[in-house]
């Protein structure tokens, strides 16, 4: 791997999706660094009595089409450079699906799994009294990312409220839907992909029945192997952090999720499934139609993409290829759906609930289903056309796409609104 930075690398896409529209310089100088991101640390008092600090980001990477949006992660590894990234990436997200929103992103670099339940709830609520006056339904609007889910964000809309005097259920999505959380929300990301994948089927070359490989069997790959399992495709292989497990003939996905939602690893339900434990990179080079990376970044580099065999990714994670795996998949002639539009539905349905929260009125599942299933397949669309007309990729078709978007709106600001003379 190069010494480039993780955010220098997404910045290749801006660089490249700039080559292919008239743009004006300042555009670009604007959207390579982020508005605003910072930076504090978490002092919590743990159940021992002892005390212990975390680090902690909230980036507002730019907000010129709107308020900035973006998950909140609860991992060991983070970054200031990952969550700039994301943020980024989020930018370009919500611009792709047209919403009214800039890009966000915050992190904790804490191992959630070592933390009790009132130790979470404590680090939760710490970091909305730290960033009280970064956050507000106007402003930046969290969601749920890796390691973080619906309670903990019921827990920071609560805390929020408290500080501001007023119940403000818009000030993050992904609650309980208790709290003014949306219906259809906990599937919305891996929805939105399947939907997406069902749509531009016959231009991809996927049978109705196809096979599918999925790496991360969390949130957003459990809900697509169910989605896809129910249209009548077949789950061969799966993997979680332990490990991966392959069954050509297919794998009892219902028994799967249940499995883990008991707290168990992948690999260990293997023999149950009349599957064989294989080695985690195994995973990219079964045979299968499909491969979805729904884990984390950087998962897929020059160093296993010559392997996979699947014609078409479905890039459900945040940035699982390096760009480096991206040129050879290309070169190879596989189908790359990037993640900025392949896993947009889950802010997308955010989006749903931010309105829901503004308006005191909710919609049943059946209308979201179907305002998401409009805005996937038109936008998903509108990119296919330009990927075909410019004879360029999907990724980099999403990214002509949205930096039209970004452009046009950041001209009708004003440049002089962003730069000092
Ligand atoms: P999650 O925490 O629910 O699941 C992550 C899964 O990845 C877990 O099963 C974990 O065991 C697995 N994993 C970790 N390291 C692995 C490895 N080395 N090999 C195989 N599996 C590994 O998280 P999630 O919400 O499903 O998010 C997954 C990805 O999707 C992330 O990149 C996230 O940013 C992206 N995403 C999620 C949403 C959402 O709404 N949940 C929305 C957009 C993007």
């Known amino acids: 791997?190069?010494?480039?930075t993780l955010l220098d690398r997404a910045l290749i896409r801006l660089e490249e999706a700039a080559s292919h529209?008239?743009?004006d310089q300042d555009v670009i100088e604007k959207l390579k660094y982020p508005r605003e991101t910072t930076k504090t640390r978490l002092l919590i008092r743990m159940d021992d009595?002892?005390?212990?600090?975390f680090l902690a980001w909230r980036c507002?990477?730019?907000d010129t089409r709107g308020p900035t949006k973006g998950g909140i992660r609860f991992h060991p590894d983070s970054t200031i450079e990952e969550v700039e990234t994301l943020a980024f990436w989020m930018t370009f997200k919500c611009a792709v699906m047209n919403l009214p929103f800039g890009g966000g992103k915050g992190?904790?670099?804490v191992d959630p799994r070592q933390l009790s339940k009132s130790e979470l709830e404590r680090l939760s609520r710490a970091y909305v009294q730290a960033f009280a006056r970064t956050v507000g339904p106007d402003r930046d609007i969290p969601a749920p990312d890796v390691y973080t889910n619906a309670m903990v964000m019921g827990w920071m809309a609560d805390e929020y409220s408290q500080i501001v005097g007023d119940v403000s259920p818009a000030v993050i999505t992904g609650k309980p839907i208790a709290l003014g959380g949306s219906l259809g929300r906990n599937d919305a990301t891996a929805r939105g992909g399947f939907y997406l994948v069902r749509h531009l089927a016959r231009e991809l070359g996927l049978a109705r029945d196809h096979t599918v490989a999925i790496q991360g069997f969390g949130n957003a790959g459990q809900f697509y192997a169910r989605l896809s399992a129910a249209d009548n495709n077949t789950i061969v292989a799966v993997s979680d952090s332990s490990g991966a497990i392959h069954r050509p003939a297919g794998l009892d996905v219902a028994r799967?999720?249940?499995g883990k939602e008991a707290g168990r690893a992948v690999p260990d339900m293997a023999a149950e499934q009349g599957a064989h434990v294989i080695p985690a990179d195994e995973l990219l080079a079964v045979e299968a139609d499909l491969l979805v990376p729904a884990a984390l970044e950087d998962m897929i580099d020059k160093t296993n993409a010559g392997s996979i065999k699947a014609k078409v990714i479905l890039e459900l994670a945040n940035g699982p290829l390096t760009p480096d795996a991206d040129t050879i998949l290309n070169a190879n002639g596989v189908t790359v759906l990037p993640d900025i539009l392949a896993n947009a539905g889950g802010v997308t349905v955010s989006?749903?609930?931010w309105v829901q929260n503004r308006?005191?009125?909710y919609w049943d599942l059946e209308e979201i289903h179907a305002r998401l299933l409009k805005i996937v397949e038109c936008e998903g669309r509108a990119i296919w056309d330009v990927a075909c007309e410019r004879g360029v990729s999907v990724r980099s078709a999403a990214y002509i796409h949205a930096l039209g978007r970004l452009a046009t709106a950041i001209e009708a600001h004003g440049t002089q609104s962003f730069f000092s003379s």
Request: glycine residues 8%.
């Open 49 to 53: 009595g002892s005390r212990k600090s």
């Open 107 to 109: 992190a904790v670099r």
């Open 1 to 4: 791997m190069s010494d480039d």
């Open 21 to 23: 529209l008239n743009i």
């Open 60 to 62: 507002r990477y730019d």
């Open 351 to 353: 989006y749903f609930e």
């Open 359 to 361: 308006q005191g009125f």
């Open 256 to 258: 799967l999720i249940a």
